[in-house]
């Protein structure tokens, strides 16, 4: 993978020790109570199958999408300050993370 900051399959970076990065989404499903062996995963951008959705749970409690050869940016539908190369819809990093958090009560 291009991210170069903190690898999918982690390791020691410029920010410490990471686990890699299944590993990391495994732990949390199971610390909410999930089997994580039991993710359903997804195909997004159809035209180009660019990123694979993983979630586990009915609400998907947990969630992880990997963007084939994005590197260390935000993924937009648009090229913005942050990278050039978009995802699409469905993969919009903003749009994505505003939909999770709002299924949540404080």
């Excluded at 991210?3 to 909410?32: H, V």
């Excluded at 109570?33 to 359903?40: I, K, R, T």
């Excluded at 409690?61 to 090229?79: A, F, I, Q, T």
């Amino acid at each position: 993978m291009k991210d170069k900051t903190i690898p999918i399959s982690g390791g020691p970076n410029g920010r410490g020790d990471n686990p890699e990065i299944r590993t990391w989404a495994n732990a949390w499903a199971t610390r909410d109570g999930l089997d994580a062996n039991a993710n359903v995963t997804e195909k997004l951008c159809e035209k180009e199958n660019r990123v694979t959705k993983f979630s586990w749970g009915k609400n998907e409690e947990v969630v992880h999408y990997r963007v084939k050869n994005l590197g260390h940016d935000w993924p937009s539908k648009r090229p913005n300050g942050d990278t050039q190369d978009t995802t699409c819809d469905e993969a919009d990093a903003t749009s994505v993370i505003l939909k999770w958090f709002g299924k949540w009560k404080l």
